[in-house]
């Protein structure tokens, strides 16, 4: 009784699991040294190794445009034109919006983490300070975003 239960856990988490895009080691590091862009803005989106929701991926979208999904331990970096950025995350129960107004030459770092849920996972996405963000980020694996700025 106690494997079908378990089996009856599990059984989602791995149906619900798909992989992400991880860019070249190369340019995690590169990225992991967070030069600042003198015309843009850098955002970082990541998500730590936690083992809660470690399934599961959790989609991003900036501006409604797709960006890709995270897997745990990973992160997204990206240069955009100053402005206002609306960042979602969504998984098939919650979603959670970060509205960004983001400065030319200045870092701005997401933290995304997931949480048990009754279907499927539930979404936290907070801002945090540059020093927290950079310390986590360094733990995680760049991916490949899908999000092109027009």
Known sequence: MRKLAFALLVLPLLIGCASTSKAPVERSEEAKRFEKHPDKAVVYLYRTGRVVGAAGQIQVKINGIEA?????????????????????????????????????????????????????GRVTLVEKDEKAGMKEINGCQLIVSAYKQE
């Open 68 to 120: 890709g999904g995270t897997g745990p331990g990973t992160f997204f970096r990206w240069e955009l034109n100053p402005g206002t950025y609306s960042f979602m995350s969504s998984t098939a129960e919650s979603s959670r919006v970060v509205e960004l107004n983001v400065k030319a030459g200045e870092h701005y770092f997401l933290r995304q983490d997931a949480r048990v849920g009754v279907n499927a």
